[in-house]
């Protein structure tokens, strides 16, 4: 019996309880048989990227998974990257922060969770931990499928596409950086998680 760690990373102000996360966690139940059991794992990340990437390796390193596969939205795409360029492991990117650093930098303060409105302060150090977690440049576009929306209000999906460039990518006419319309490519992002 074989066994799958997904590991799911929300956005930047934003959390588990996403529904993209739920979406994707419900779906990935489908996915289990008896012959490949798959762990979900989808942490409240932290205001700080240095601790938040902390606690995710610390979450894998002691996984008995046989492999990972690494889900980012936004901000979590970006790390989405780190992860799959440290682990070797494959990565769906949905209109990831492919320079988070740069993106967020006019974010430094206090910010509020998008679904619990809850405060908590975004500091300037964190733009210096984003930097240290840069990838210039993926190392096996083959592990990667991109999800980017033309219609994405913060990111631009040229930068995107450009960016995972040889990867597998699903450029999506309209649509917005929250990906309205998600649940008609959940088949898509199943199918790449399957071994």
């Known amino acids: 019996m074989s066994s799958t760690l997904l590991v799911y990373l929300h956005g930047f102000r934003s959390s588990p309880r996403s529904s993209k996360a739920?979406?994707?966690g419900e779906a990935v139940k489908t996915l289990a048989t008896a012959a490949n059991a798959i762990d979900w794992y989808c942490p409240q990340l932290l205001a700080s990227p240095k601790a938040s990437m902390d606690m995710v390796t610390a979450f894998i390193d002691q996984s008995k998974?046989?492999?990972i596969v690494v889900i980012g939205s936004s901000l979590g795409g970006f790390y989405a990257n780190y992860l799959a360029e440290k682990y070797g492991c494959k990565a769906i990117a949905l209109n990831p922060a492919v320079r988070a650093a740069r993106e967020l930098a006019p974010h430094v303060g206090m910010m509020?969770?998008?679904d619990s409105d809850e405060p908590f302060d975004f500091r300037p150090e964190y733009i210096d931990e984003l930097k240290s977690l840069q990838v210039e440049r993926i190392s096996d576009p083959n592990r990667y499928l991109l999800i980017a929306a033309k219609g994405d209000e913060l990111l631009d999906w040229k930068e995107m596409s450009?960016?995972?460039q040889g990867a597998h990518q699903l450029i999506l006419?309209?649509?917005d950086h929250g990906i309205a319309d998600y649940?008609?490519?959940l088949p898509r992002v199943l199918e790449?998680?399957?071994p």
Do not use: N, Q
Request: aromatic fraction near 20%; charged fraction near 25%.
């Open 22 to 24: 739920v979406m994707t």
């Open 65 to 67: 998974a046989d492999r």
């Open 112 to 114: 509020t969770s998008y």
């Open 162 to 164: 450009e960016f995972y």
């Open 173 to 175: 006419e309209g649509s």
């Open 183 to 185: 649940a008609d490519h």
């Open 192 to 194: 790449f998680i399957s």
